[in-house]
């Protein structure tokens, strides 16, 4: 309350419920943490309840599996083993590049940082492609079986997630075009680089246990 | 200590760790099942 009053210059008016404005009528500033970066602090509440929100997923491939003992994959269905791998490859590619294009931001390489987004945009937008157009020759459907309803509830999952990076992806190559980021300044394209990294380490995971193992 | 939430780099790098660690892993299995 001091450092408002402080902040505006003058004692904050009160109204009948109590409630504490400037003369204009806007609410008192809104506390922030001094250590931490607020759309840092957003992306890391975020990631780590999605992280939760995985765990769950993975928790009923488990029970499935490995508590009900249930053949992986289910009897008379296959994997695309080749074509998941493919994809593997090019979401970790991605990740090079959005890594690259961050160290051209610091570096006032604004040709490397367009070029590095776009690319990396490009890249997620292919691996979505890659597994839509897995899951129309898939010869099993989600409610085929328990196998089939996680086999498509992780990786679908997945894919949620890797069309909002996109999303992001394509606000920061936007903004990135136009000149908005400097060495300093960049979160909005680190933010985004740090959630598509988690992204791309929910994928390892997925492709390993749900593909591989 | 690294922390993949605090910035790009350090996502990059937990990133790179998870990728061989996860091929390590799967190999190791792999080769298991094979024997």
Request: glycine share 8%; charged share 10%.
């Amino acid at each position: 309350m001091e450092s408002s009053s402080a902040a505006l210059g003058y004692a904050p008016l009160r109204d009948p419920a109590g409630a504490t404005h400037d003369e204009h009528g806007h609410p008192p500033e809104a506390n922030r943490s001094s250590r931490v970066d607020a759309q840092f602090l957003g992306m890391l509440l975020f990631i780590i309840s999605e992280v939760m929100l995985f765990g769950a997923f993975f928790t009923a491939y488990f029970f499935i599996r490995v508590v009900g003992g249930a053949e992986w994959p289910a009897e008379g269905t296959s994997l695309p083993v080749a074509v998941a791998g493919v994809n593997t490859a090019i979401l970790i590619s991605s990740s090079f590049t959005m890594h690259w294009a961050l160290e051209s931001a610091k570096a006032e390489n604004r040709a490397g940082m367009r070029v590095g987004l776009l690319v990396t945009f490009l890249l997620g937008l292919s691996f979505l492609c890659i597994q839509v157009n897995e899951y129309v020759h898939l010869d099993f459907g989600p409610a085929s079986s328990a196998q089939g309803t996680i086999f498509y509830g992780l990786t679908g999952l997945h894919g949620a997630h890797v069309f909002v990076g996109l999303l992001l992806l394509s606000f920061a190559t936007i903004r990135a075009f136009r000149g908005h980021f400097s060495p300093t300044e960049h979160r909005g394209v680190e933010v985004p680089g740090i959630y598509w990294h988690f992204v791309d380490v929910m994928w390892i995971i997925v492709f390993a246990t749900i593909y591989i193992l | 200590m690294l922390n993949p939430l605090r910035s790009e780099s350090e996502a990059f790098r937990f990133l790179v760790y998870v990728a061989v660690l996860v091929a390590l892993v799967v190999g190791v299995v792999v080769l298991v099942r094979a024997l």
